[in-house]
Structure formats: C-alpha cells, structure tokens
C-alpha cells in the first residue's frame, strides 16, 4: 500500500530538488554562476529556498534600476527644521524620527560621538534628498552611516595608526597585508616599498620572541585637510623578549605617524617608533592641532 504521507528524507530531495530549480532560474534571468558556491553546502534546504527566494527577490527589484529618494523611502514623515526645535526635545524628535525610519527598514547609524541635533539636521536636510536604489524586501535594512557623508578624519587617522603598530608587532607567520601602509613608506631616512618595509620589520620582529605592549596613547593630531595630510602623535611603552633568552628589552618613549589620505583611505607615509626607529614626520604649512 502506497505510503499516505511523503517521509522526511522524501521532503528533502523534494526541497533540493526545488532549490535548483530556482538557482537555474537565477542563472538564466539574472547570470548568477552558483559553480563559485553561494550558499553553504550544510545548509538546511528549507533555509537555502528561502535565502534563494530572497536572491530572487533582490534580483527581480535591482533590474528595474529604479531609483527613490529616502525621504520617500520614508514614507515622508512630518518633520520640524531642526533649528525649530527646542534643545529639550531634539533627543525626544530625533528617536520618533529614528523610530519612523525603522518602521520603514531603514537605520542611521555614526562611527563617532554625534550632537543629536547634528544627527536630526544630517536626516532631514541631506539624507532624505539622497537617492538609493528602489529595493523594498522584507526583512530588508537600508543602512546608511554619518561618516559616509561627514568623515571623521582625525577618527580615521587614529585607526591607521593604531593598525599600523598591530602590524608591526604581529607575530604571525603570515603578516596580513597592511592596508594602513600605502605602496611606499619612509624608513629611516630613505622611501621604500612597502615589500621591502615588510621584510625589515620580519627581522626586527624574528629578534624578539613576544612583545607587550603597556601604553599606547595618542598625545595630539595635527590635520591639513587642505593637503589632505596629518601627524599624530603617541607616548608607547612597551617590552620585548629576546629571542632564545628570558631577557626583556624595555622600549619607551614618543611615536610620530605622518598620513596621508588618498581616495578617501588615510595611510601612514613615515613613522618613528621607540626601538624600531623611522623618520620623524612633518606636516605642511596650513595644518593645526585638533587634538
């Protein structure tokens, strides 16, 4: 007698089955090549339908390359200019606004610190004229983030440094390729590759077999925006272990970053550090300290 009821296994294939009947259809309208895996072979096959649908989805809506404002996105919320609003109850009308938003799958977020009032005056005067892509999935977030729009350069100059002293203290057999570092660097005096910066710091670091570091803090960051350039400043401390011994060399004092941005991507162009050496950076007249 014939079983009333497919089985689990049964289901499975059947949802495996429905599966690549949907990836065909992705690669004949869309192009999509699924030999370069998009999903997880160990995926559950009703969570990969259901990711696939969403593909679909996306695919379908991106195609008409239809384009709306966020402020329309929105929903056109009622606003008040932020220069309307009373200091007591801009934190109150920027999460309704944030509110309003979310009910529309739509987040702004910031990096950094933000006044409240920057952030609402940001939303209503420059985000809601921007254009985005006419996408509308369940489930779906439009993000965007203040410093897309307003960097924060003395922000980013800070990350590049700070990434720039993990780098050379990294251990690792593989050191990561330093996106803090551009093509070149100076070094002790001279301009090198950034291939050649990599190999003498292996030595410096094959001399030691640990290190620790105890302060990292930044003193002060000069920026020339105009010349797209900036010195940062640090007081390091930090220790390393001889290699092959239980000795610790103790390395303390000033460290100078000079960077400089280019497309928007700050990196470190010279640099002294305590123990290492480099060059002392300078910047261009036009620059201040803004911190």
Known sequence: MEEPFENEEDQLNDQRAENEIKKIKLSLEHGMDF?????????????????????????????????????????????????????????????KLMGALHEKS???????????????????????KEETDDIQIPGMMHCFTYEEYHPNHVYDIKRRCEDFVKYVFNKDEDPWE?????????HGGIVISKNEFSGRLKNFRDSFSEFECREFEVISVALNENADEGVARYRMHYTGKIEGTSEEVEFKGECVFSVTR????????????????GLTPALSEGGGEVE
């Open 106 to 128: 739509i987040s702004v977020d910031t990096i950094c610190e933000v006044e409240e009032r920057e952030l609402y005056r940001f939303i209503t005067e420059e985000l809601f």
């Open 35 to 95: 030999s370069k895996s998009f999903t997880n072979p160990d995926m559950p096959p009703e969570i990969e339908g259901e990711f696939l649908d969403y593909i679909q989805q996306w695919e379908d809506q991106f195609a008409q390359r239809k384009m709306i404002t966020v402020y329309d996105l929105a929903g056109r919320p009622d606003c008040m200019p932020a220069g309307e609003i009373a200091d007591s109850d801009i934190g109150e009308a920027l999460d």
């Open 262 to 277: 280019d497309d928007e991507w700050w990196y470190v162009t010279a640099y002294e550090l305590p123990g290492v050496g």
């Open 178 to 186: 330093p996106m803090c570092i551009g093509k070149t660097i100076q």
